[in-house]
Structure formats: C-alpha cells, structure tokens
C-alpha cells in the first residue's frame, strides 16, 4: 500500500518555526511531483507549496518568502520548512504526490495520493 505521512505539526507562538516532514513509502516517488496542501477549519483545501521530480518549486503567495519546501529521495521524503509563522498559517497540512512532470497539476491539487494531515496552530 502506498501511504504518505506526514508529521512535525504542533502549537507554535507567531513568529516561529515549524518543519514538516511527509514519509512516503510503498513506492519510489522519485519521478512523483510532491506538494502541500492545507486547510484551516471552515474553509477550502488550498496549495501551499509543490516541488517537481526536476526542483521546480512553486509556492502560494500568502507563503513565499517564509515557507520552504524540499525533498530527499533517497529518503523517500518531502520537507515543508515554515518560519515566520503566523495565526492565519492555522491548518491541517496534508501532503500529496502526483505522477505530474512538472508538478503542475498538483498545484491545482490533482494528487494521485494524501497523506493524514497534521494540526499545525500559531497563536497570537
């Protein structure tokens, strides 16, 4: 079964950091763009962040400049690194794979597969 897992989450005051991590296994995802997604409660699932099988990285515009997001395929593994948080960064992060060259298409939030999600809250 493939599965991806995301951990890292947790309360943080606003200005810090957080990293996310999401561990994939069942398959290589290698040649799978990898992205992040959240959604704070009572709103839309939105994209965050995709990196493609090449290092194209893309970023929403409420995140570009705090967020960083990377990937270790040795590992089988895909980074968010948050900083600066802020109270509006409040969400579930979920983070997906899609069979997408240029990673595209996850941006849209097409994804082949979700990991479980993980509670991420910055306080005020």
């Known amino acids: 079964q493939v599965e991806l897992v995301e951990s890292g989450g947790g309360l943080v005051q606003a200005g810090g950091s957080l990293r996310l991590s999401c561990a994939a296994s069942?398959?290589?995802?290698?040649?799978?763009?990898m992205g992040w997604f959240r959604q704070a409660p009572g709103k839309e699932r939105e994209f965050v962040a995709v990196?493609?099988?090449?290092?194209?990285?893309y970023f929403a515009d409420s995140v570009r400049g705090r967020f960083t997001i990377s990937r270790d395929n040795a590992k089988n593994t895909v980074y968010l690194q948050m900083d600066s948080l802020k109270p509006e960064d409040t969400a579930v992060y979920y983070c997906?794979?899609?069979?997408?060259?240029?990673?595209?298409?996850?941006?849209?939030?097409?994804?082949?597969?979700w990991g479980q999600g993980t509670q991420v809250t910055v306080s005020s």
């Open positions: 997906a794979a899609r069979q997408d060259f240029y990673g595209l298409g996850l941006k849209l939030g097409e994804a082949d597969y």
């Open positions: 990196i493609s099988m090449q290092s194209i990285i």
């Open positions: 069942g398959r290589s995802f290698k040649n799978a763009a």
